[in-house]
Nanobody, 123 residues
């Protein structure tokens, strides 16, 4: 059974950093396309980074240069390093996985989802 468990969310002041983790169970992160998404109240879920099974990463312009997605195949864990955080980054953050390749940008294409972790950035 595929399961994703996120951790690392919290509250931080603008300009600060957080690292989110997503532990994977029931599948290998080395074989799946993986993504991080976020959803703020009243807004649609949006991608903030994705990584292919081969390690190719993609970011939207809104987080490029500030967020870094990575994975540790040995630990079977996905990460999202978030630097220079802004109040507009406040949202629930989700990790997602799907066996299709390359890593989809559209969240509806992902089959498996974590439970989400809250990130709050204060000004």
């Amino acid at each position: 059974q595929v399961q994703l468990v996120e951790s690392g969310g919290g509250s931080v002041q603008a300009g600060g950093s957080l690292r989110l983790s997503c532990a994977a169970f029931g599948y290998s992160v080395s074989l799946y396309s993986l993504g991080w998404f976020r959803q703020a109240p009243g807004k649609e879920r949006e991608g903030v980074g994705r990584i292919s099974s081969g390690g190719i990463t993609r970011y939207p312009d809104s987080v490029k240069g500030r967020f870094t997605i990575s994975k540790d195949n040995d630990k079977n864990t996905l990460y999202l390093q978030m630097n220079s955080l802004k109040p507009e980054d406040t949202a629930i953050y989700y990790c997602a996985a799907d066996p299709r390749r390359p890593a989809p940008a559209d969240p509806v294409m992902y089959k498996y989802w974590g439970q989400g972790t809250q990130v709050t950035v204060s000004s």
